[in-house]
T-cell receptor, first 118, second 113 residues
């Protein structure tokens, strides 16, 4: 089956620094990838849709200057948390859909990145 | 705006018991519904995906049903095992051309040996 990887799996950083998280589709091309955030005991909340070759689409309430997304190729999207603060500490998960039968999509999720900002 | 609700929030059962997890969604215009499993601190593992035109899907001891018109889905787990302990998330894909996956908060399942 399709595989999506994320790197790093966990990161600890000081407040004010920037952190980059990579999301890769390993055996398929993804023109679209999704970035989610999950706080403890909460569900996944969609942050933004990453589109290869164009600007990302951000959900309401998500600061685009805070969470920079770059979809540089058909297999790689990056999320950079700029000037991270403790409230940005969360579990970040990406996903990529594949098309089956050209009609509906199966979502494949990365293993997630645990970000802790001190 | 699509909203997904999962009941119960937590469930504890003895090993071997059959159980049902419930999921409801407010907008029936969905493309598909997916059930996921999430272990603590881990990513998501897709269990079953039901297309909007389907009524149910089965995989091993798991059976998921979909009643799109009433906005409901159930995940049935037969002969539960301690290894089934995890959080189970329901998600629906909807939203026209800009489709979005909306998740419920999950059901935390504990299967006691």
């Amino acid at each position: 089956g399709a595989v999506v990887s994320q790197h790093p799996s966990w990161v600890i950083c000081k407040s004010g620094t920037s952190v980059k998280i990579e999301c890769r589709s390993l055996d398929f091309q993804a023109t679209t990838m999704f970035w989610y955030r999950q706080f403890p005991k909460q569900s996944l909340m969609l942050m933004a849709t990453s589109n290869e070759g164009s600007k990302a689409t951000y959900e309401q309430g998500v600061e685009k200057d805070k969470f920079l997304i770059n979809h540089a190729s058909l297999t790689l999207s990056t999320l950079t948390v700029t000037s991270a603060h403790p409230e940005d500490s969360s579990f970040y998960i990406c996903s990529a859909p594949t098309r089956k039968l050209g009609r509906t999509d199966t979502q494949y999720f990365g293993p997630g990145t645990r970000l802790t900002v001190l | 705006k699509q909203e997904v609700t999962q009941i119960p929030a937590a469930l504890s059962v003895p090993e071997g018991e059959n159980l049902v997890l419930n999921c409801s969604f407010t907008d029936s215009a969905i493309y598909n519904l997916q059930w996921f499993r999430q272990d603590p601190g881990k990513g998501l593992t897709s269990l079953l995906l039901i297309q909007s035109s389907q009524r149910e899907q089965t995989s091993g001891r798991l059976n998921a049903s979909l009643d799109k018109s009433s906005g409901r889905s159930t995940l049935y787990i037969a002969a539960s095992q301690p290894g089934d302990s995890a959080t189970y998330l329901c998600a629906v894909l909807s939203g026209g051309s800009n489709y979005k996956l909306t998740f419920g908060k999950g059901t935390l399942l504990t299967v006691n040996p």
